[in-house]
Structures are given as structure tokens and as C-alpha cells.
């Protein structure tokens, strides 16, 4: 007999015990709980999950923390006095002490630290004798210019017109007075014209000999215009190493010798090696120095020629000198030394060459006072030299002032003219006004960091005319004695010693003797080292950092264990339902 159930009942069982199997769903949907079972297991679990927090160290704990650091800093750092200041077991008025003591050192050191600090900053370099010599083997001779002080010759001014332009010019030439008034046409064709008014080279220079083989040296003798007119130049830079633009005109047909080759010397580069060529196979122009003494020096021959004179830029009869770098423009007319005719004049030369080590490249050009041969570049010289600035700088003064230059200066710009004679009073007062423009111009040139200079010393005693009435035919000129008393003279230039010292400019106070300066200090006055850098960093930044991350973490609340979720597929049923199966089985399956 079946086992009767209650209608409702039986209703209330399809409703809780038929409960579906749902398939398990993707992990990437919520999840949504099956039953009142499974929920209660959730909020269980989520109350036992352990919330993180975040965790304030307040303002208490780190006082607490510095004050512990800077404790055991104090009592373990090697810097003299601090562990008597941080001591509590001394008394206050000892503690003070040694705070006062701390503080006066202190002061004391940081006043010679800021003393070191100024001389490495803005004294950095030191100018010293180069410990190796130099020989002058290695260095050219100098570049001599020669000017005859007539301004004319006499026979070739002669039939020049009272009103004409080219009178007003030798006027000018000769430092006289011009009315420029009465003056006709306006012809500034200015070196064209001293170059066929003057004296040439070739009979100027009558006798060359130069070291102990060339005896024809007067063909390197070339005419250059300058303030003193028209001068001749030995051992000048050939014109296209010289200049940057045009040439000047007295330069621009220069040929040298057979056998010689133009180099591009410079003070900073030398002689640059072109493999096996030696000097003597193939002689170098500028020429080298040959050795010391007069017989391997530079001997000359002049005639002044003093019954052709028509006119003197001084007040004397005779020659202007000038020594010079071959690769800077002569200024003859401040730096030129005097050869009176009937004398015979030697000049013993005494070289001075300034080396900088490379390495002050890095400071500033102001501080070190010097440049370097690419740090400026001039407009018209291909080489810097503080002389050649100086002449650009000049010219430059005047074009802005006059709208011209004169014959002699260099020309900035391709299109720039020679001052006419009614631009004559613009251009004296610029002369003389010529310091206010050199001051100028001084703060703008610096001087070279590698330069070559020569100067002499004279020693003048009178002529002998012995070799001087020989027939040309014997090789002399047959000149009357009157005539080498008033128009010859002879000048001998020589080195005296094979070698010299050069000066050299180095650091001052490097950066490394600025350090050491500043360590010695530090040392000696605090017992400070980089050492104690360390010390500083560690114990003001590193170890509180670290410690407050422990404390972090010993604060944080410890995470409980998780629990394995219960199965998805498990179907539960009511306890009422499960008493009424358990009764239907026993019913069909009696023991």
C-alpha cells in the first residue's frame, strides 16, 4: 500500500527537493549564490577576510625616530665635537662650550673655503716657465720689415702739379699741412701711388746673406704698405695664408724663389711634418732659424739713398726696423727700431713664446685672458694674433666713425673704400682719439694663448769703408767714402743662444687642488670626510625610511587562512523532505 502524502506537502516537496543542477558559469560573470546555504557561506567568509588599513605613522613617532638616529649619529660619527654637544651626562655649561667651539671653527673654515673658491674661480691660470726648452730650430726667424724713412724719392715728385690730387697725397705722406681746398679731382688710389714714388726693395736692400748658404736673400725681400710707407718684408706668411680676403695691392704678384716652398705656419700648429722633406733639400718659407751667432743669422746691406730724399717721416735721415711673428701685420711706426747710416748696427734677438696646456679650453676666455687660434676668427687675416685684431678693430672704429679707412689699414668688407683727402680731418681726430679706441679694442683682442714675439737689443758702432770702393765688377759698389757715410748702413740679427725657455700658462688651482684644498680644510678643522657624507645620508634618510616601513608592517593585521569554497553541483534539500524520502525507502526496501 503506497505510502500517503499530504497534498500541500507534496507540493512543498517537488518545490524544494526538484532543484536543477545549473551548469558552472564563466569566471569572467559575477557569481550569484544558488541558495540561502551558499549566501550564509559567502558572508561567513567575507567577514573572516581580513580589511587592509592604511597606517599613519604620526608626528610623535617620527621625533622619537630622528631623535634615536641623530643620537647614535652623534655618538659614532667621526666629526670632532658633536658627541660632547649630544653627551646629557656633561653639563650644559660644557655642552655650550664645545657648541660655541663647533660653531667658531666652522666659521673659520667656511671663510678659508670661500677664499680657496675665488681663487679657483676666477684666477684659474698661472703663467710659468716651461720646463723643456726650446730650440730654435724649431721656430722660424723672425719676420724682418724695412722702411726707408723718405717718403719719395725726389726726382720722381718732382713735376708734380701745386693743386694737383697726387701732390696733396705726398702732402700728407710727408705730415704737412694740406688746404684741401685748392685741391683738383679726387684720386685715392692711395698704394698704387706709393709704390711708384718710394724707393723699391731691390735698391734699398743692396747685400743679403742668410745663414750660411743663401747669399741671394734680397729676393725674398717683398714691398708691403704701411703706416710708414712702403716698407720690404722678409719671412712674411706667403698672401694666401695670410689673408682671409682680398690682397693687398703691393702683395698680390708675389712669386718666391725657385726651390722654395710656402707652409702655413702658425704658433700653435709649428712646422707641420711633410714626411721626409728636409728644410735644406727644400727650403721652407718662412724660413727657419739656421743656428746662433752672426755668421748663421741675417746680414744686410742698405742704401738709404739720402741725396734722392724728398721728405722724412721723422726727423732724421735712415731706416725703421721692425721683428715681428711672420704671421702678424708689422707696426712699424711704434714698435720700429732706428739704423742711422754710416752705422753698422747688430741686433741680437731675443725670443719669447707663450704655450698654454690645451686642457684650459674649458675655461672661460675671460678668466684664462687668452684665445685660442679658432676661438675668433678675423675678417680679413687669416691668422688671430692680438695685433691683427687690434688692426681689424681699428679699421672698424674709423669705418664707423668716417664711413672710409686709410691706405693702410685692413679692409672689413669687400666694398670698402680709402678715406679721401677731405675725409682728413675726420680720420686725425680718430688718431687722436686712438686710446679710447685701444681700450677698446684691447678688451675685445685678448692675446693669443700660443704666441711667438722677438724683440733686440742694439749695439751701434761706425761703419768701415773697406769693401765699399770695390768696382761692382769685384763685387763691391764703388761708393765714395762721403757717400757710405751718409747713405749706408749695416745691420747684422742674430739668435746668441741654440735654445730659450717658452713661458706656459697652466691651471692655477685645478679642480682636483680646489677638492684637496677644500678636504684639508675640512679635514683639519671638523675631522670631515666624504665618509661622513655617507654617515649623513644614512642616518638622516636611509635608516628612517626603512624603520617606519617596519612599523608599517608590524601594524598591518595578519590575513586568515582561506577556506576551500564548497562545490557548485551539490543539491541541498529541506529536512522535512529528507525524513519523508528516507520513510518511502525503508517502505519499498523492507530489511
Partial sequence: ????????????????????????????????????????????????????????????????????????????????????????????????????????????????????????????????????????????????????????????????????????????????????????????????????????????????????????????????????????????????????????????????????????????????????????????????????????????????????????????????IALHSPNESPNVRETGVLLAPGMETKLRIDPAKILTEKHLRNVDRLSRRCLFRNELKLRWFAHYTQRNCVAECLSGWLLRHCGCVTFYMPRLNWNDTICPLRQRECVELIRFRTIVAMESCLEECLPSCFDLTFSAIAYSTRISHDGFRETPANGGWNFSDSYVERSVAVVNMYFKDPTFRASKQTEFIGFSDFLSCVGGLMGLFLGFSFLSIAECVYFALIRPCRTCSEIRQLNQPREQPKKPPAPANIRYISPANWFQAELARQHFNPA
Avoid at 720722381?156 to 685748392?182: G, I, P, W, Y
Avoid at 716652398?261 to 700648429?269: D, G, I, K, R, S
Fill in 1 to 320: 500500500m503506497p505510502f500517503p502524502f499530504n497534498s500541500k506537502l507534496r507540493n512543498h516537496s517537488k518545490s524544494v527537493c526538484k532543484v536543477p543542477a545549473q551548469p558552472m558559469r564563466s569566471q569572467s560573470r559575477m557569481r550569484v549564490p544558488r541558495n540561502r546555504q551558499q549566501a550564509l557561506l559567502w558572508s561567513q567568509q567575507k567577514r573572516l577576510k581580513p580589511q587592509k588599513k592604511n597606517f599613519h605613522i604620526s608626528l610623535g613617532t617620527w621625533r622619537s625616530i630622528l631623535s634615536r638616529n641623530t643620537d647614535e649619529f652623534c655618538r659614532n660619527t667621526t666629526i670632532h665635537g658633536l658627541k660632547y654637544i649630544n653627551n646629557s651626562k656633561l653639563r650644559k655649561s660644557d655642552r655650550l662650550f664645545f657648541g660655541i667651539a663647533l660653531l667658531a671653527v666652522l666659521s673659520f673654515a667656511i671663510y678659508l673655503i670661500q677664499d680657496a673658491f675665488d681663487k679657483w674661480n676666477t684666477n684659474p691660470v698661472i703663467v710659468g716657465i716651461d720646463p723643456e726648452l726650446t730650440s730654435i730650430a724649431n721656430e722660424p726667424f723672425p719676420a724682418v720689415t724695412i722702411c726707408n724713412l723718405n717718403q719719395a724719392l725726389a726726382e720722381r715728385v718732382k713735376n708734380l702739379a701745386n693743386d694737383s690730387t697726387e701732390f696733396a697725397m705726398l702732402q700728407l705722406l710727408c705730415r704737412r699741412k694740406v688746404d684741401v681746398e685748392l685741391v683738383k679731382g679726387n684720386n685715392s688710389n692711395w698704394e698704387e701711388f706709393i709704390l711708384n714714388i718710394s724707393q723699391p726693395c731691390k735698391s734699398m736692400v743692396i747685400n743679403c746673406r742668410f745663414g750660411a748658404d743663401d747669399f741671394e736673400c734680397a729676393r725674398l725681400f717683398h714691398p708691403i704698405v704701411t703706416d710708414e710707407g712702403l716698407c720690404c718684408v722678409f719671412n712674411m706668411l706667403h698672401p694666401r695664408f695670410m689673408y682671409r680676403k682680398s690682397v693687398p695691392f703691393s702683395h698680390r704678384n708675389i712669386t718666391l724663389p725657385a726651390g722654395f716652398h710656402a707652409v702655413n705656419w702658425h704658433a700653435e700648429l709649428g712646422y707641420r711634418k711633410r714626411g721626409s722633406q728636409v728644410d735644406g733639400d727644400n727650403p721652407l718659407y718662412p724660413r727657419r732659424a739656421q743656428g746662433t751667432g752672426e755668421s748663421l743669422g741675417l746680414s744686410l746691406t742698405l742704401d738709404v739713398q739720402a741725396d734722392a730724399y724728398y721728405c722724412s717721416s721723422s726727423s732724421s735721415v735712415g731706416f725703421k
